[in-house]
């Protein structure tokens, strides 16, 4: 293929798989495409003579070289370095399109793949050998800046260390500071849930870096994983109420929609522009003053939709200017599931507008089969120990919320679904994030006692719950 041509076809919004670009003379043939951002980047699997490949292809006019230049720089430097990673096949460029390819390795699977799957003692020695390579870079003088599970790759238990472009190279070991930094951006990919066991992972690192272990670094790398943690939550929502690769978003003057890419098609785009029409045939689970909520259909499937009521013309005046609750209600469901804390998934955002000023809104999640945690406790035909676990895994998800500094605002037993042995936290518009520590744990201790109040009539319900929440909560005891 003339070289031109092939330039134009790498960087159409579209491009067509096979296609073969020869440098070196030899061929890379790219077969599967890996990720695309257009006018950018292509990543793609393919063949580079007769060995199995990973190809990065930069075809920004302007700015592909830079790329490309970087990608190359840092893997040579992890190469020369001692850190293990992809071996680097071949460079070229052609026509302004700029190629690096790598040697595929396989079997492999990335970190994040090995965590979706993993058992609670798996997930402990993979995170301990993650922050074993963290600690090799460092000792190396490098820093990955793109700390994420994705970004590894275990094959034959050995880790590999991908995104070269992300690699910082420095001249010495990296220093403390930027060493706690780093590794702290590692722990923020993981939910708080794991924070306790993964802390002492912390332990390996300083092994292999030489290091005393201290309090202060205990207390500087827990501090600095909520500041990395807080810098992720401020970058994904920036893309929860408008038009991104996750959200579809549409805007008029009088009505304003987001919907989760996944579940957008032709059905749920009718309900979404006639959201009344979701409660012409639903189920009703509450009909209130404030808010009705109903099991619906859309195009077969089951959804909840809570509709949250406007009252009269006091209340329409007094929430006009504010974000609708159902707007809370989405921004609170994406965080629990961007922590991996279990709640229905959020599908859609309804609001009916007069310009800025807001009026009716709807909220619109996943049907989620569970009974209600005041149910589930007052059945005799439950074994002591299903509800020991059950107890357990709801004071986890309290604590889990404690070290996001949340509080729920209405924490009823009602508000936990039990399914098998899951539970999920629903009713999400009073839930509120406070800037400091105090004030979420006297919120929080509002929350707690709220719900020890719905087990004052079963004293074994409510031991369970003492006895949970104080290991959860690292206290001696729980009032009731």
């Not at 332990?203 to 500041?227: C, F």
């Not at 509002?446 to 690292?474: C, I, K, Y």
């Amino acid at each position: 293929m003339h070289a031109r041509r092939l330039s134009y076809e790498l960087r159409d919004p579209a491009p067509r798989l096979p296609v073969e670009i020869p440098f070196d003379g030899a061929v890379l043939r790219c077969t599967t495409m890996l990720r695309h951002l257009p006018g950018k980047r292509l990543v793609c699997l393919g063949v580079y003579g007769d060995r199995q490949t990973v190809a990065k292809i930069y075809v920004d006019s302007k700015r592909a070289h830079v790329h490309a230049e970087r990608e190359v720089r840092g893997a040579r430097a992890m190469i020369e370095r001692g850190i293990r990673t992809a071996p680097l096949l071949a460079v070229a460029s052609i026509e302004g399109i700029h190629v690096v390819a790598y040697e595929r390795v396989m079997p492999a699977q990335t970190a994040a793949e090995l965590w979706t799957s993993a058992t609670p003692s798996e997930r402990v020695r993979l995170f301990r050998r993650l922050v074993q390579t963290v600690a090799q870079h460092h000792n190396a003088g490098l820093l990955q800046e793109d700390l994420h599970l994705g970004n590894f790759l275990i094959s034959e238990d050995r880790v590999y260390t991908l995104d070269a472009a992300a690699v910082v190279i420095e001249q010495a070991p990296v220093e403390r500071r930027k060493a706690l930094e780093n590794l702290a951006l590692l722990y923020a990919q993981v939910p708080p849930a794991h924070d306790a066991s993964n802390l002492a992972a912390f332990e390996d690192y300083a092994r292999v870096r030489n290091w005393p272990i201290s309090n202060k670094d205990l207390a500087d790398l827990r501090g600095t994983i909520d500041r990395q943690r807080e810098r992720r939550e401020r970058l994904f929502f920036r893309k929860v109420f408008r038009e991104s690769s996750a959200f579809v978003c549409r805007k008029r003057l009088e009505h304003y929609y987001v919907c989760d890419r996944r579940d957008y098609n032709d059905a749920m785009r009718r309900a979404l522009e006639h959201p009344e029409s979701l409660f012409e045939d639903a189920r009703f689970l509450k009909r209130g003053n404030t808010a009705t909520v109903a099991v619906a259909q859309v195009g077969g499937r089951e959804v909840v939709v809570k509709r949250y009521n406007i009252k009269g013309p006091l209340h329409a005046l007094n929430r006009a200017f504010r974000p609708t609750r159902a707007a809370t209600s989405w921004r609170n469901a994406q965080r629990l599931r961007f922590y991996d804390i279990a709640t229905p998934r959020p599908i859609a955002l309804v609001e009916k507008r007069f310009g800025p000023l807001r009026r009716t809104a709807y909220f619109i999640t996943e049907f989620h089969p569970g009974e209600a945690a005041s149910e589930f406790f007052s059945r005799n035909d439950v074994p002591q120990e299903q509800k020991r676990r059950i107890a357990e895994r709801i004071a986890a998800l309290i604590g889990s919320l404690r070290t996001l500094r949340l509080s729920h605002g209405d924490m009823k037993a009602t508000n936990f679904l039990v399914s098998g042995e899951d539970v999920a936290l629903i009713d999400l518009d009073a839930m509120h994030k406070h800037r400091s520590t105090s004030r979420a744990a006297c919120a929080l201790a509002r929350d707690v006692r709220r719900f020890m109040q719905n087990w004052s009539n079963d004293p074994d319900v409510a031991g369970l719950f003492r006895t949970s929440l104080a290991r959860h909560l690292e206290l001696p005891d729980h009032p009731t």
